[in-house]
């Protein structure tokens, strides 16, 4: 391939460190101050029309459907509409209901993943109207849907997505915000999110310079043959694409649970061998987060924290830059790509080409 490596000993690590660009690619020509609003150009949804939306469904799969489900979240909490994000691969065949006052959005790095295809083809023939959230330009998704949103991540090459993940998020916080600000979003929370928005590239910077103490603590945890990810609420999708880019990148087990749902089962998994690693923003959950780190350290399980402050009851805390609350979920799963990064790395792994897997899956 003849892209330049810049100095990096693989795409994932390179592409890893384009994210603060990426973002920045992703924001470039969009934000609106006069009406604190962002404009996007390709949506093909005027006001009258985004505001009829009744319901956003998201559809994608692996990465993209754990960008979705951040996405609906978005969606929900800056627009108010109900959303909710499902596998591509599922929808299609529990024959469901569609319903013309829903906003289906197709999300899909290289555009051609064909359980997305073809979920967005059974949609179209069923008269719904379909937008892409998609990273390859021209790509079959992106020419078979109504409108939508190229997330401008730039070629990613690794079979592991990580900065098209992070930008699929990026622009899901656009189009939720470009939705509430048709419908109840203040000109005051506006502005805002757009302050919130623009900070993500130079706080991606400083997330990337804390390198050093992320292939630490991989060196430390790359012994356990399995391990646990939890988050709640924003936090929980985090932890499910952590847990997904450990399991590729390394091949160690991993398991993503809403903390909430410890006590209901996995909190029998907890020992020494089986550590954590535990999404923990400082939002309105901190304290219930607090006290699941507390159950698991009751277990004499290792916990390793991501956070925005250092977590007492966690044995190691890797500190994010904190944003606002509606965009967090943005930032806190970086260092844990770089964490997966590491960990593959220590075991020697073939971190841009792992076993059984493929860039883009295009057969069912
Ligand atoms: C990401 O790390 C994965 N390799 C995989 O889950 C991927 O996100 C999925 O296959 C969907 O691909 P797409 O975004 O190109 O549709």
């Known amino acids: 391939e003849s892209y330049d490596m810049g100095g990096h000993d693989t795409y994932m690590h390179k592409e890893i460190h384009e994210q603060a660009d990426a973002v920045d690619r992703a924001l470039r020509g969009r934000i609106d101050d006069r009406f604190s609003t962002v404009h996007l150009g390709g949506l093909n949804l005027d006001a009258r029309e985004a505001r009829a939306v009744r319901r956003v469904k998201i559809l994608g799969c692996g990465t993209s459907y754990h960008a979705g489900q951040i996405g609906a979240q978005m969606i929900e909490e800056l627009a108010r509409i109900p959303a909710d994000a499902e596998p591509a691969s599922e929808f299609r065949y529990r024959n469901p209901v569609v319903d013309p006052d829903t906003l289906y959005i197709a999300v899909s790095q290289s555009g051609e993943t064909y359980d997305v295809l ?44 990580t900065k098209c993940f992070t930008n699929m998020v990026v622009s899901f916080g656009l189009l939720a ?38 292939e630490e603590l991989a060196k430390e945890y790359a012994d356990a043959k399995s391990m646990m990810f939890i988050g709640r609420v924003r936090g929980y999708p985090v932890a499910r694409e952590a847990s997904l880019k450990l399991k590729e990148v390394s091949y160690i087990h991993a398991e993503a649970y809403p903390a909430s749902e ?33 159950e698991i350290k009751a277990r004499s399980g290792r916990i390793l924290a991501v956070a925005h402050s250092v977590q007492e009851k966690a044995d190691h805390t890797i500190v994010v830059p904190k944003n606002e609350h ?39």
Not at 123 to 138: D, H, W, Y
Not at 179 to 189: C, H, M, N, P, Y
Not at 266 to 292: G, Q
């Open 326 to 364: 509606e965009l967090d979920a943005i930032l806190m799963g970086i260092p844990l790509q770089l964490f997966a990064y590491y960990t593959a790395k220590a075991m020697g792994r073939d971190i841009d080409k792992p076993r059984n897997l493929a860039k883009s899956v295009t057969v069912e």
């Open 262 to 294: 410890l006590k209901h089962g996995p909190l029998a998994l907890i020992e020494p061998a089986m550590p954590t690693v535990a999404i923990v923003p400082d939002d309105e959950l901190l304290e219930k987060n607090r006290a699941a780190l507390e």
């Open 118 to 161: 073809a979920a967005v083809q059974e949609l179209k023939r069923k008269g719904a109207r379909v937008l892409g959230l998609v990273n390859v330009v021209g790509s079959a998704i992106a020419r078979e849907t109504d409108g939508g949103i190229y997330v401008h991540a730039g070629p990613e090459v690794c079979v592991v997505s």
């Open 177 to 214: 915000l470009h939705l509430g600000r048709t419908r109840d979003l203040s000109v005051a929370d506006g502005k805002r999110i757009l302050a919130g928005l623009r900070k993500l590239p130079a706080q991606i910077e400083e997330i990337l310079a804390n390198e050093a103490q992320i």
